[in-house]
Structure formats: structure tokens, C-alpha cells
């Protein structure tokens, strides 16, 4: 089956840049992908690697080493309001639904 | 606002009862995705709907079951519940069956806070 690590909880100061890690083993892959979670609220999708290499998205890049099984979500020129839970996800062995880690809570403080 | 539609927001019940609860998903979108989450827990995957047909199943318990009907709408049947059922309980959408066809991406509903007392 489809399993996920990440950090549970990682702080930073406000301008400062953050990065959460996520190691994954599959059987089959379809991209890694990260959303973003505030108090409870609706998950929302901020970013995708098909492939290896660096994907960026304003203030948030995203990076795949499929042969490492790796990738990580960088936060950079941190706010206040980046204060959530990070997840990282990937697909289940059909390729249909999103198997999510765990979460990773950021706490940014000024 | 993601157009996934989730009612009721907050529910109490006791032991032992049994709930629906109900997900409208986004226009046009075919597929159903329900997750719970738990307190300190990640998103868990239970079921998935196609077009009113199961197409995945995940880490759902036997007394927990869902349908998708043929507005598309879906509910998910929570009985006999525990304590340890308390959670929150998401639906999220997608066009087709793998979401997203370039990106995956899952649209979320704002969940159903399920506190079983």
C-alpha cells in the first residue's frame, strides 16, 4: 500500500523560509502533491510533481526525486497566514483516490 | 469556496446512534472522495464514488457505508457509533476518477464535525 512521512510540526519566524519534507513509498506512483489546511478548514491544493525537478508557484516551489522517493514544499518570505497544517499525497495503486501523510503543523510567529 | 457542498457542519449524537451526512459535489464533477480526519490525524481515504459506482475503498469501517445517487450528490452512513468516531468527515470532488487530469487535485467541502457523546 501507499504510505507517507513528514514532520509533525515545524516553526519559523515571520521572512524566514521553511521546508517540510516528505519521503513516500508506493506501489505505483502518479505524482506527489500538497495541500494546505487552516484550523480545520477545507484542505486546499497547492502544488504537483509528475516528474523530478522544481515546480513553483509564487512564494511556494515544490521539489520530486522520484528515485529517492522524496520531494519537499518550500515556504519562502514566511507570513503569519502560512500558519497550517501542510500535507503531502499521493495516489492509491489504481491511480484514483489521494492517500494523504499525516501533516505537517507550521506555526509562524513574528 | 470550492462549490463542494457538506451538511450538516456540526452534528452531536449519542453512542450507538446513526447519522448521514450529505455532500453535494461541485457542477459537473463525477466523483466523490470521503475522508475522515481525526484529531491529530491525517486526511484518512474511505470510499470513492464514480458516477453512482464504488470505485475505491479505503480504511472504511464495516458500519460506516455511502452511496452516490444519480444527482450525483453522495451520503455517508455512519452507524452503531463510538466514541472514537468523533471527527471530522470531508467530501471532496473531481471531474474524473483520478481528479485532476494534469494535476490530481481534489476540491474539498468545509467538512462535517461529528461529535459522538
Known amino acids: 500500500g501507499q504510505s507517507l512521512e513528514q514532520p509533525s510540526e515545524v516553526t519559523a519566524v515571520e521572512g524566514a523560509i521553511v521546508q517540510i519534507n516528505c519521503t513516500y513509498q508506493?506501489?505505483?506512483?502518479?505524482?506527489l502533491s500538497w495541500y494546505q489546511q487552516h484550523d480545520g478548514g477545507a484542505p486546499t491544493f497547492l502544488s504537483y510533481?509528475?516528474?523530478?525537478g522544481l515546480e513553483e508557484t509564487g512564494r511556494f516551489s515544490s521539489f520530486l526525486s522520484r528515485s529517492d522517493s522524496y520531494g519537499y514544499l518550500l515556504l519562502q518570505e514566511l507570513q503569519m497566514k502560512d500558519s497550517a497544517s501542510y500535507f503531502c499525497?499521493?495516489?492509491?495503486?489504481?491511480?484514483?483516490?489521494?492517500?494523504f501523510g499525516k501533516g505537517t503543523t507550521l506555526s509562524v510567529s513574528s | 469556496d470550492s462549490g463542494v457542498t457538506q451538511t450538516p457542519k456540526h452534528l452531536i449524537t449519542a453512542t450507538g446512534q446513526r447519522v448521514t451526512l450529505r455532500c453535494s459535489p461541485r457542477?459537473?464533477?463525477?466523483?466523490v472522495y470521503w475522508y475522515q480526519q481525526s484529531l491529530d490525524q491525517g486526511l484518512q481515504f474511505l470510499i470513492q464514488?464514480?458516477?453512482?459506482?464504488?470505485?475505491a475503498k479505503g480504511n472504511i469501517l464495516e458500519r460506516f457505508s455511502a452511496q452516490q445517487f444519480p444527482d450525483l450528490h453522495s451520503e455517508l452512513n455512519l452507524s452503531s457509533l463510538e466514541l472514537g468516531d468523533s471527527a471530522l468527515y470531508f467530501c471532496?470532488?473531481?471531474?474524473?476518477?483520478?481528479?485532476?487530469?494534469?494535476?490530481?487535485?481534489?476540491?474539498f467541502g468545509e467538512g462535517s464535525r461529528l461529535t459522538v457523546l
Open positions: 471532496a470532488s473531481s471531474a474524473l476518477g483520478g481528479g485532476d487530469p494534469n494535476t490530481g487535485e481534489l476540491f
Open positions: 457542477s459537473g464533477d463525477l466523483s
Open positions: 510533481n509528475g516528474l523530478d
Open positions: 508506493t506501489s505505483g506512483f502518479y505524482g
Open positions: 499525497a499521493v495516489k492509491d495503486q489504481a491511480g484514483t483516490a489521494l492517500i
Open positions: 464514488y464514480y458516477n453512482g459506482e464504488e470505485r
